[in-house]
Protein backbone atom coordinates (compact mmCIF):
# COMPACT_ATOMS: atom_id res chain seq x y z
CA UNK A 1 0.00 0.00 0.00
CA UNK A 2 1.36 3.64 -0.98
CA UNK A 3 2.57 5.62 1.94
CA UNK A 4 0.19 8.57 0.81
CA UNK A 5 -3.27 8.38 1.79
CA UNK A 6 -3.72 12.03 2.04
CA UNK A 7 -3.99 15.90 1.78
CA UNK A 8 -2.48 18.66 4.31
CA UNK A 9 -4.41 21.29 3.82
CA UNK A 10 -3.48 24.74 5.11
CA UNK A 11 -5.37 27.18 6.19
CA UNK A 12 -6.97 30.66 8.15
CA UNK A 13 -7.67 29.18 11.45
CA UNK A 14 -11.66 29.36 11.85
CA UNK A 15 -11.98 28.42 8.01
CA UNK A 16 -11.56 24.59 8.11
CA UNK A 17 -14.81 23.82 7.05
CA UNK A 18 -14.68 25.99 4.22
CA UNK A 19 -11.36 24.44 2.90
CA UNK A 20 -13.09 21.09 3.60
CA UNK A 21 -16.16 21.85 1.50
CA UNK A 22 -13.72 22.97 -1.26
CA UNK A 23 -11.36 20.54 -1.69
CA UNK A 24 -14.27 17.95 -1.24
CA UNK A 25 -16.20 19.81 -3.95
CA UNK A 26 -13.48 20.49 -6.42
CA UNK A 27 -11.73 17.10 -5.84
CA UNK A 28 -15.41 15.20 -6.74
CA UNK A 29 -15.41 17.04 -10.63
CA UNK A 30 -11.84 15.17 -11.29
CA UNK A 31 -13.19 12.11 -10.00
CA UNK A 32 -11.65 12.14 -6.88
CA UNK A 33 -13.63 10.80 -3.33
CA UNK A 34 -12.85 11.17 -0.19
CA UNK A 35 -13.48 12.56 3.65
CA UNK A 36 -12.22 15.40 5.52
CA UNK A 37 -10.72 14.82 9.29
CA UNK A 38 -10.29 18.30 10.71
CA UNK A 39 -10.45 20.47 14.32
CA UNK A 40 -12.26 23.96 14.42
CA UNK A 41 -9.32 26.53 14.84
CA UNK A 42 -6.61 24.28 13.86
CA UNK A 43 -5.09 26.29 10.98
CA UNK A 44 -5.00 22.98 9.26
CA UNK A 45 -7.14 19.99 7.48
CA UNK A 46 -6.60 16.51 6.05
CA UNK A 47 -8.42 15.02 2.79
CA UNK A 48 -8.23 11.54 2.90
CA UNK A 49 -7.78 9.62 -0.30
CA UNK A 50 -8.25 5.57 0.81
CA UNK A 51 -7.26 4.34 -2.62
CA UNK A 52 -3.75 4.10 -2.81
CA UNK A 53 -2.51 6.54 -5.18
CA UNK A 54 -5.11 8.73 -5.95
CA UNK A 55 -3.53 11.70 -3.50
CA UNK A 56 -1.08 11.74 -5.70
CA UNK A 57 -2.97 12.37 -8.81
CA UNK A 58 -5.50 14.57 -6.97
CA UNK A 59 -2.60 17.04 -6.17
CA UNK A 60 -1.29 16.96 -9.55
CA UNK A 61 -4.51 16.84 -11.80
CA UNK A 62 -5.96 20.10 -9.36
CA UNK A 63 -4.21 23.38 -9.79
CA UNK A 64 -3.46 24.86 -6.50
CA UNK A 65 -3.71 28.91 -7.80
CA UNK A 66 -7.47 27.51 -8.36
CA UNK A 67 -8.56 26.67 -5.10
CA UNK A 68 -9.77 30.28 -2.98
CA UNK A 69 -9.42 28.69 1.05
CA UNK A 70 -6.39 26.49 1.11
CA UNK A 71 -3.01 28.26 1.47
CA UNK A 72 -0.64 25.77 1.14
CA UNK A 73 -0.86 21.66 0.32
CA UNK A 74 1.08 18.22 0.41
CA UNK A 75 0.55 14.88 -0.44
CA UNK A 76 1.03 13.09 3.17
CA UNK A 77 1.07 9.73 4.77
CA UNK A 78 -0.41 8.94 8.67
CA UNK A 79 1.03 11.30 10.96
CA UNK A 80 4.30 10.36 12.62
CA UNK A 81 5.22 10.11 16.21
CA UNK A 82 9.01 10.68 16.77
CA UNK A 83 10.86 10.11 19.79
CA UNK A 84 13.28 12.52 21.18
CA UNK A 85 17.27 12.48 19.89
CA UNK A 86 17.48 11.78 16.71
CA UNK A 87 14.57 12.41 14.91
CA UNK A 88 16.29 12.90 11.17
CA UNK A 89 17.20 8.67 11.39
CA UNK A 90 13.26 8.69 11.97
CA UNK A 91 12.28 10.31 8.80
CA UNK A 92 14.83 8.39 6.61
CA UNK A 93 13.72 4.91 6.28
CA UNK A 94 10.32 6.79 5.33
CA UNK A 95 11.68 8.40 1.70
CA UNK A 96 12.87 5.25 -0.44
CA UNK A 97 8.80 5.57 -1.23
CA UNK A 98 8.93 9.09 -1.75
CA UNK A 99 9.40 10.75 -5.67
CA UNK A 100 12.70 13.38 -6.20
CA UNK A 101 12.76 16.63 -4.35
CA UNK A 102 14.80 19.22 -4.89
CA UNK A 103 14.74 20.86 -1.53
CA UNK A 104 12.83 20.32 1.98
CA UNK A 105 9.83 22.52 3.46
CA UNK A 106 9.28 22.58 6.92
CA UNK A 107 5.66 24.38 8.02
CA UNK A 108 3.40 24.42 10.72
CA UNK A 109 0.13 26.14 11.73
CA UNK A 110 -1.00 29.57 11.96
CA UNK A 111 -2.02 29.21 14.95
CA UNK A 112 -0.73 30.87 18.62
CA UNK A 113 0.37 27.38 19.22
CA UNK A 114 1.57 26.38 16.08
CA UNK A 115 4.12 29.80 14.99
CA UNK A 116 5.87 28.66 18.36
CA UNK A 117 7.08 25.99 16.50
CA UNK A 118 8.81 28.24 13.97
CA UNK A 119 12.51 27.87 15.55
CA UNK A 120 12.37 24.07 16.31
CA UNK A 121 10.70 23.74 12.71
CA UNK A 122 13.69 25.90 11.19
CA UNK A 123 16.59 24.28 12.87
CA UNK A 124 14.90 20.61 12.61
CA UNK A 125 14.41 21.47 8.61
CA UNK A 126 18.24 22.67 8.16
CA UNK A 127 19.59 19.34 10.00
CA UNK A 128 17.32 17.27 7.75
CA UNK A 129 18.21 19.11 4.65
CA UNK A 130 22.03 19.00 5.71
CA UNK A 131 21.73 14.97 5.84
CA UNK A 132 19.85 14.50 2.63
CA UNK A 133 22.16 16.79 0.48
CA UNK A 134 25.38 15.13 1.50
CA UNK A 135 23.41 11.82 1.41
CA UNK A 136 22.67 12.66 -2.20
CA UNK A 137 18.87 12.55 -1.69
CA UNK A 138 17.76 16.22 -2.49
CA UNK A 139 18.45 16.75 -6.03
CA UNK A 140 18.40 20.23 -7.55
CA UNK A 141 16.06 20.68 -10.81
CA UNK A 142 13.58 18.12 -9.33
CA UNK A 143 9.79 19.11 -10.03
CA UNK A 144 8.93 18.19 -6.03
CA UNK A 145 9.82 19.80 -2.62
CA UNK A 146 9.89 17.48 0.29
CA UNK A 147 7.06 18.48 3.03
CA UNK A 148 7.28 18.74 6.95
CA UNK A 149 4.38 19.71 8.58
CA UNK A 150 4.83 19.65 12.17
CA UNK A 151 2.77 19.54 15.04
CA UNK A 152 4.90 19.63 17.58
CA UNK A 153 8.37 18.11 18.47
CA UNK A 154 7.21 14.64 18.60
CA UNK A 155 4.28 14.90 15.80
CA UNK A 156 5.02 15.60 12.97
CA UNK A 157 3.08 14.78 8.67
CA UNK A 158 5.85 13.77 6.31
CA UNK A 159 4.95 14.46 2.48
CA UNK A 160 5.82 16.54 -0.97
CA UNK A 161 4.54 18.97 -2.71
CA UNK A 162 4.55 19.65 -6.31
CA UNK A 163 7.32 22.60 -6.57
CA UNK A 164 5.09 24.07 -9.46
CA UNK A 165 1.48 23.50 -8.56
CA UNK A 166 1.85 25.08 -4.29
CA UNK A 167 2.75 28.16 -2.87
CA UNK A 168 6.10 29.04 -2.93
CA UNK A 169 5.92 30.54 0.38
CA UNK A 170 6.24 29.67 3.45
CA UNK A 171 2.81 28.52 5.14
CA UNK A 172 1.12 30.06 1.93
CA UNK A 173 1.79 33.22 3.58
CA UNK A 174 3.25 36.36 2.19
CA UNK A 175 4.38 38.78 4.53
CA UNK A 176 4.32 42.38 3.78
CA UNK A 177 5.64 45.42 6.05
CA UNK A 178 3.08 47.94 7.19
CA UNK A 179 4.21 51.15 5.21
CA UNK A 180 3.54 54.07 7.98
CA UNK A 181 2.49 56.56 5.96
CA UNK A 182 -0.63 54.63 4.77
CA UNK A 183 -3.98 55.52 6.12
CA UNK A 184 -4.76 51.96 7.18
CA UNK A 185 -3.98 48.40 7.05
CA UNK A 186 -5.73 47.56 4.53
CA UNK A 187 -3.44 49.18 2.63
CA UNK A 188 -1.97 45.44 2.62
CA UNK A 189 -4.98 43.53 0.99
CA UNK A 190 -4.35 45.19 -2.08
CA UNK A 191 -0.88 44.95 -1.95
CA UNK A 192 -1.38 41.50 -1.39
CA UNK A 193 -3.73 41.71 -4.04
CA UNK A 194 -1.41 42.27 -6.41
CA UNK A 195 1.34 39.85 -5.49
CA UNK A 196 -0.99 37.02 -5.97
CA UNK A 197 -3.57 37.89 -9.27
CA UNK A 198 -0.83 39.71 -11.55
CA UNK A 199 2.80 38.46 -12.39
CA UNK A 200 5.31 40.24 -11.60
CA UNK A 201 6.76 40.53 -14.78
CA UNK A 202 3.76 41.81 -16.03
CA UNK A 203 3.25 45.15 -13.19
CA UNK A 204 4.78 47.67 -15.76
CA UNK A 205 1.91 46.52 -18.63
CA UNK A 206 -0.79 45.87 -16.47
CA UNK A 207 -0.01 48.73 -13.12
CA UNK A 208 2.00 51.35 -15.39
CA UNK A 209 2.77 54.54 -13.56
CA UNK A 210 0.03 57.28 -15.12
CA UNK A 211 -2.87 54.61 -15.21
CA UNK A 212 -6.72 55.83 -14.17
CA UNK A 213 -8.29 54.00 -11.32
CA UNK A 214 -11.52 54.11 -8.91
CA UNK A 215 -11.48 53.18 -5.26
CA UNK A 216 -15.16 52.44 -4.01
CA UNK A 217 -15.65 52.60 -0.53
CA UNK A 218 -12.09 54.72 -0.44
CA UNK A 219 -12.11 56.44 3.26
CA UNK A 220 -9.33 57.06 4.85
CA UNK A 221 -7.16 55.34 1.49
CA UNK A 222 -5.70 52.58 2.17
CA UNK A 223 -6.05 51.11 -0.81
CA UNK A 224 -6.20 54.73 -2.40
CA UNK A 225 -2.28 54.79 -1.34
CA UNK A 226 -1.31 51.91 -3.08
CA UNK A 227 -2.64 52.81 -6.22
CA UNK A 228 -0.99 56.44 -5.91
CA UNK A 229 2.23 54.36 -5.21
CA UNK A 230 2.04 53.32 -8.62
CA UNK A 231 1.58 57.09 -9.82
CA UNK A 232 -1.69 56.44 -10.72
CA UNK A 233 -4.74 59.04 -11.05
CA UNK A 234 -6.95 58.17 -8.41
CA UNK A 235 -10.91 58.85 -8.52
CA UNK A 236 -11.84 58.19 -4.60
CA UNK A 237 -15.58 57.49 -3.91
CA UNK A 238 -16.07 58.06 -0.34
CA UNK A 239 -19.01 59.73 1.94
CA UNK A 240 -16.55 59.67 4.31
CA UNK A 241 -12.80 61.59 4.61
CA UNK A 242 -9.73 61.10 3.22
CA UNK A 243 -6.42 61.28 4.80
CA UNK A 244 -5.13 64.60 4.04
CA UNK A 245 -1.93 64.10 3.66
CA UNK A 246 -3.10 61.35 0.86
CA UNK A 247 -5.00 64.22 -0.75
CA UNK A 248 -1.92 66.29 -1.37
CA UNK A 249 -0.52 64.11 -3.92
CA UNK A 250 -2.22 65.84 -6.55
CA UNK A 251 -3.11 62.38 -7.99
CA UNK A 252 -6.31 61.70 -5.53
CA UNK A 253 -10.18 63.27 -7.04
CA UNK A 254 -12.67 62.85 -3.82
CA UNK A 255 -15.82 62.63 -4.70
CA UNK A 256 -18.55 62.04 -2.02
CA UNK A 257 -21.14 59.67 -3.51
CA UNK A 258 -22.29 56.20 -2.86
CA UNK A 259 -19.90 53.49 -4.26
CA UNK A 260 -22.87 51.59 -5.52
CA UNK A 261 -24.39 54.02 -7.65
CA UNK A 262 -21.02 55.71 -8.98
CA UNK A 263 -20.67 55.89 -12.76
CA UNK A 264 -17.19 57.35 -14.35
CA UNK A 265 -17.25 59.68 -17.22
CA UNK A 266 -14.86 57.77 -18.93
CA UNK A 267 -13.16 54.09 -18.53
CA UNK A 268 -10.50 53.57 -16.12
CA UNK A 269 -7.47 50.87 -15.98
CA UNK A 270 -8.78 49.67 -12.57
CA UNK A 271 -11.96 49.46 -10.23
CA UNK A 272 -11.05 48.28 -6.56
CA UNK A 273 -13.68 48.10 -3.96
CA UNK A 274 -13.80 47.06 0.20
CA UNK A 275 -16.96 48.20 0.75
CA UNK A 276 -18.77 46.29 3.67
CA UNK A 277 -21.98 45.29 2.25
CA UNK A 278 -24.06 42.50 1.31
CA UNK A 279 -21.01 39.78 -1.24
CA UNK A 280 -24.38 39.55 -3.65
CA UNK A 281 -24.25 43.24 -4.19
CA UNK A 282 -20.79 43.88 -4.74
CA UNK A 283 -21.08 40.76 -7.17
CA UNK A 284 -23.47 42.71 -9.01
CA UNK A 285 -21.66 46.26 -8.96
CA UNK A 286 -18.66 43.95 -10.08
CA UNK A 287 -20.59 42.99 -13.20
CA UNK A 288 -22.34 46.31 -13.82
CA UNK A 289 -18.82 47.56 -14.48
CA UNK A 290 -17.91 44.81 -16.86
CA UNK A 291 -21.13 45.13 -18.93
CA UNK A 292 -20.53 48.48 -18.79
CA UNK A 293 -16.52 49.14 -20.29
CA UNK A 294 -15.94 50.87 -17.16
CA UNK A 295 -12.64 49.32 -16.11
CA UNK A 296 -10.18 46.56 -18.09
CA UNK A 297 -9.45 45.32 -14.21
CA UNK A 298 -10.86 45.25 -10.94
CA UNK A 299 -10.20 43.71 -7.71
CA UNK A 300 -13.17 43.75 -4.95
CA UNK A 301 -13.61 41.57 -1.53
CA UNK A 302 -16.77 40.35 -1.04
CA UNK A 303 -17.65 40.20 2.74
CA UNK A 304 -18.42 37.00 3.92
CA UNK A 305 -21.32 35.95 6.16
CA UNK A 306 -21.05 34.02 9.81
CA UNK A 307 -22.39 30.88 8.32
CA UNK A 308 -21.92 28.95 4.78
CA UNK A 309 -19.54 31.15 3.77
CA UNK A 310 -18.32 28.48 0.53
CA UNK A 311 -21.70 28.41 -0.64
CA UNK A 312 -22.08 32.27 -0.44
CA UNK A 313 -18.33 32.25 -2.07
CA UNK A 314 -19.57 30.02 -5.28
CA UNK A 315 -23.31 31.66 -5.51
CA UNK A 316 -21.52 35.25 -5.63
CA UNK A 317 -18.96 34.20 -8.33
CA UNK A 318 -21.56 31.78 -10.45
CA UNK A 319 -23.36 35.16 -10.70
CA UNK A 320 -20.61 36.75 -12.31
CA UNK A 321 -19.64 34.17 -14.51
CA UNK A 322 -23.16 33.33 -15.42
CA UNK A 323 -23.74 36.78 -16.42
CA UNK A 324 -20.88 38.26 -18.29
CA UNK A 325 -20.94 34.80 -20.41
CA UNK A 326 -24.39 35.48 -21.38
CA UNK A 327 -23.20 38.65 -22.47
CA UNK A 328 -20.80 37.44 -24.71
CA UNK A 329 -17.61 38.94 -22.48
CA UNK A 330 -14.29 37.26 -22.23
CA UNK A 331 -12.85 37.14 -18.91
CA UNK A 332 -11.30 35.69 -16.48
CA UNK A 333 -12.08 35.34 -12.73
CA UNK A 334 -10.20 34.40 -9.81
CA UNK A 335 -10.62 34.94 -5.85
CA UNK A 336 -8.30 33.94 -3.01
CA UNK A 337 -8.48 34.35 0.76
CA UNK A 338 -5.64 36.15 1.04
CA UNK A 339 -3.34 36.42 4.76
CA UNK A 340 -4.01 39.65 4.94
CA UNK A 341 -8.25 39.06 4.42
CA UNK A 342 -10.96 38.18 7.92
CA UNK A 343 -14.38 37.51 6.81
CA UNK A 344 -13.74 38.15 3.07
CA UNK A 345 -12.55 36.81 0.01
CA UNK A 346 -10.34 39.16 -2.75
CA UNK A 347 -11.70 39.00 -6.00
CA UNK A 348 -10.23 39.23 -9.45
CA UNK A 349 -12.00 40.27 -12.62
CA UNK A 350 -10.26 40.85 -16.01
CA UNK A 351 -11.43 41.73 -19.39
CA UNK A 352 -9.85 39.38 -22.10
CA UNK A 353 -9.29 41.39 -25.48
Not at 228 to 238: E, K, L, S
Request: glycine share 8%; proline share 5%.
Amino acid sequence: MSFFDRLILQCRAGFEKEAAAEITERASELGFYGYCMLDQDAGYLSFHLPEPGTAEKLISALSFRSLIFIRQWSVAGECLSLEGGDRVGQILPYLPEFPDCCEVVVEYPDTTAGRELAGFSRKFGSALAQHLRKAGVLKKGSENRLSLFVLSGQRIFLGYMPRRNSSGWLCGILRLKFPQQAPSRSTLKLEEAWHWFVPAKQWDERLPFGATAVDLGAAPGGWTWQLVQRNMFVTAVDNGPMQPALMESGQVEHVKEDAYSFAPAKPVNWMVCDVVDKPVRTAHLAVEWMLNGWCDEMIFNLKLPMKQRYQETRQCLNLIEDQLAAAGIGFKLSARHLYHDREEITCHLRRLK
